[in-house]
């Protein structure tokens, strides 16, 4: 179980999404810092091929495809900084998925500075997402 800092709470989340390859921004406005709420590799029929020839799996009209996706704790290496420029990454999700071709990030910025928010750590609220 992770902590959620007592900063976060309230504060609106922002998703930025992007197929494999492309470059991610993120920025937070002055005298805040990035803090990572999830981070998930999905398999899309929007981006063209990523990382394998695998056909795209599932039905119906949704661009992602059911239960091709996986979400990883690390994240990016955005947490405490104030702005985050990163190509979007793929990763092998699965046999019956192949590789991913889509990424989104969710995030918060968090009111403080580096050394404020490392202080904060050490109080923070038991709850189960990523810090």
């Known amino acids: 179980m992770c902590c959620v800092l007592k900063e976060a709470i ?7 999404s992007q197929c494999y390859g492309k470059q991610i921004s993120a920025e937070c406005d002055s005298k805040h810092l990035m803090r990572i ?3 998930t590799y999905l398999r899309s029929r ?3 091929g990523g990382a394998s020839d695998l056909p795209l ?12 996706s996986r979400d ?4 990016p290496q955005c947490v405490g900084n104030s702005s985050c420029i990163f190509t979007a990454p793929w990763i092998y999700i699965s046999a019956d998925c192949g590789y991913s071709n889509y990424f989104s990030l969710q995030y918060q910025c968090v009111p403080g500075d ?8 050490l109080s923070c609220i038991p709850q189960r997402q990523f810090l």
Do not use: E, R
């Not at 309230?10 to 930025?16: E, F, K, L």
């Not at 580096?114 to 750590?121: S, T």
């Open 72 to 75: 990883d704790a690390s994240g």
């Open 57 to 68: 799996l599932g039905g119906g009209n949704d661009s992602s495809i059911s239960g091709c």
């Open 37 to 39: 709420v999830s981070a």
């Open 114 to 121: 580096l050394d404020n928010y490392l202080a904060a750590k």
């Open 46 to 48: 929007d981006c063209v």
């Open 10 to 16: 309230g504060q609106p989340v922002g998703t930025i």
